[in-house]
């Protein structure tokens, strides 16, 4: 019999958290619809567990290789861990992150709880400094929406010595292309809500970890601060999850395809893309004004924020307040989808070549 601690992901996401292969079991864990469980048992109360989400806890941990906990959000699960911070105490953070993560150090920092040092995660030298007095250093990478990557283990170490922990958002890369526990990171954290969910249709957070230790200190801020996913959130989780290499390797596929194509169209200045991933940034040649019309010239990519859908989309991030003065004006963040790649072209040239016409 295949020992199931040798499968590759592909397995591990497909088998990962099932119930037992046992006479009558359903294959798929059910949504267990519960506030509270008779007592004398471990489960208690709603709040606190829930069957269902732990079943994606059990699947998203085998592919992470820690102990996983599921929140209602990412932003949920952002919150719990900068909880933890002391008082006065120094979080080294990218300037280019998930905005909303930026806005809530922003908010903490104004409010006197911590200091955040916002650094350019790709200079490995600047981020190594930083760390030497912190106490927490949080990574993205590859960041949003500028798509830098950080040198994970080189800046592992140097917080290892500070005695810093050290989180990764590791939403774009996904578990299937980037373990940052493997890299020397503390914790992991995901919005499930983008590729692991990946069908636009749900909200959901994790942090997973392998310090059993750090793992109580969360279950139990997870129970005080209440921040839990719905049973009915997890089981859609879980069944994204599910085909996550499928959609993975088609977008990748795509995505690869497309950051050639748009090399060589006049109407595009610049591409982003860090070699892996379905994300990809374009800088539009004739700025702002040239991005927004893209955005509303095509008839397939569809103009929404947020990313990892099985559909395409894509939007000029600058239109939001939030997001950093030093991202270009006229960048479009592009999620690529699992749709035909020739379709997602044509729309996408078509958009393109009227910018170049006129
Ligand atoms: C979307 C996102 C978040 C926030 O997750 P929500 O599920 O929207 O709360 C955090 N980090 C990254 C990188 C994201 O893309």
Same mark, same amino acid.
């Given at each position: 019999?295949?020992?199931?601690?040798?499968? *590759?992901?592909?397995?591990?996401?497909?088998?990962?958290?099932?119930?037992?292969?046992?006479?009558?079991?359903?294959?798929?864990?059910?949504?267990?619809?519960?506030?509270?469980?008779?007592?004398?048992?471990?489960?208690?109360?709603?709040?606190?567990?829930?069957?269902?989400?732990?079943?994606?806890?059990?699947?998203?941990?085998?592919?992470?290789?820690?102990?996983?906990?599921?929140?209602?959000?990412?932003?949920?699960?952002?919150?719990?861990?900068?909880?933890?911070?002391?008082?006065?105490?120094?979080?080294?953070?990218?300037?280019?992150?998930?905005?909303?993560?930026?806005?809530?150090?922003?908010?903490?920092?104004?409010?006197?709880?911590?200091?955040?040092?916002?650094?350019?995660?790709?200079?490995?030298?600047?981020?190594?400094?930083?760390?030497?007095?912190?106490?927490?250093?949080?990574?993205?990478?590859?960041?949003?929406?500028?798509?830098?990557?950080?040198?994970?283990?080189?800046?592992?170490?140097?917080?290892?010595?500070?005695?810093?922990?050290?989180?990764?958002?590791?939403?774009?890369?996904?578990?299937?292309?980037?373990?940052?526990?493997?890299?020397?990171?503390?914790?992991?954290?995901?919005?499930?809500?983008?590729?692991?969910?990946?069908?636009?249709?749900?909200?959901?957070?994790?942090?997973?970890?392998?310090?059993?230790?750090?793992?109580?200190?969360?279950?139990?801020?997870?129970?005080?601060?209440?921040?839990?996913?719905?049973?009915?959130?997890?089981?859609?989780?879980?069944?994204?999850? *599910?085909?996550?290499?499928?959609?993975?390797?088609?977008?990748?596929?795509?995505?690869?395809?497309?950051?050639?194509?748009?090399?060589?169209?006049?109407?595009?200045?610049?591409?982003?893309?860090?070699?892996?991933?379905?994300?990809?940034?374009?800088?539009?040649?004739?700025?702002?004004?040239?991005?927004?019309?893209?955005?509303?010239?095509?008839?397939?990519?569809?103009?929404?924020?947020?990313?990892?859908?099985?559909?395409?989309?894509?939007? *000029?991030?600058?239109?939001?307040?939030?997001?950093?003065?030093?991202?270009?004006?006229?960048?479009?963040?592009?999620?690529?989808?699992?749709?035909?790649?020739?379709?997602?072209?044509?729309?996408?040239?078509?958009?393109?070549?009227?910018?170049?016409?006129?």
């Amino acid at each position: 019999m295949a020992d199931p601690a040798s499968y *590759r992901p592909a397995t591990v996401a497909v088998t990962a958290g099932r119930p037992a292969h046992e006479p009558d079991n359903p294959l798929n864990e059910p949504i267990t619809m519960a506030s509270t469980y008779v007592a004398g048992g471990d489960r208690e109360y709603g709040r606190y567990t829930n069957p269902t989400w732990t079943a994606f806890e059990t699947a998203l941990g085998a592919l992470e290789g820690g102990r996983c906990l599921a929140f209602a959000s990412g932003l949920a699960t952002v919150s719990t861990l900068l909880d933890l911070v002391g008082q006065g105490q120094k979080v080294v953070a990218p300037r280019h992150a998930y905005s909303g993560t930026v806005m809530q150090l922003a908010d903490l920092e104004a409010r006197g709880r911590l200091h955040a040092e916002l650094v350019d995660i790709a200079d490995t030298a600047a981020v190594v400094k930083a760390c030497a007095d912190a106490s927490l250093v949080w990574l993205e990478s590859p960041t949003n929406p500028a798509l830098e990557l950080a040198d994970i283990p080189v800046i592992a170490e140097a917080a290892r010595e500070a005695g810093a922990y050290v989180v990764v958002d590791n939403t774009f890369a996904t578990p299937l292309l980037q373990q940052p526990l493997d890299l020397g990171a503390d914790l992991v954290v995901h919005s499930a809500t983008k590729f692991i969910a990946g069908h636009s249709d749900v909200l959901m957070g994790a942090v997973l970890t392998r310090d059993d230790e750090l793992y109580g200190v969360l279950k139990g801020r997870r129970d005080l601060i209440g921040a839990v996913p719905g049973p009915f959130e997890a089981w859609l989780a879980l069944r994204g999850l *599910r085909t996550l290499h499928l959609r993975i390797e088609r977008a990748q596929a795509n995505a690869q395809e497309l950051v050639r194509r748009l090399g060589e169209h006049p109407a595009v200045g610049e591409v982003r893309y860090p070699g892996f991933g379905a994300i990809v940034s374009i800088v539009l040649a004739e700025g702002a004004l040239a991005a927004d019309l893209l955005t509303h010239k095509t008839k397939l990519w569809v103009h929404a924020t947020s990313l990892g859908g099985v559909e395409s989309t894509f939007e *000029r991030r600058r239109r939001w307040k939030s997001e950093a003065a030093t991202i270009p004006d006229g960048l479009v963040r592009m999620s690529v989808g699992i749709e035909d790649i020739e379709d997602l072209w044509t729309d996408l040239k078509t958009a393109l070549d009227t910018l170049t016409s006129s």
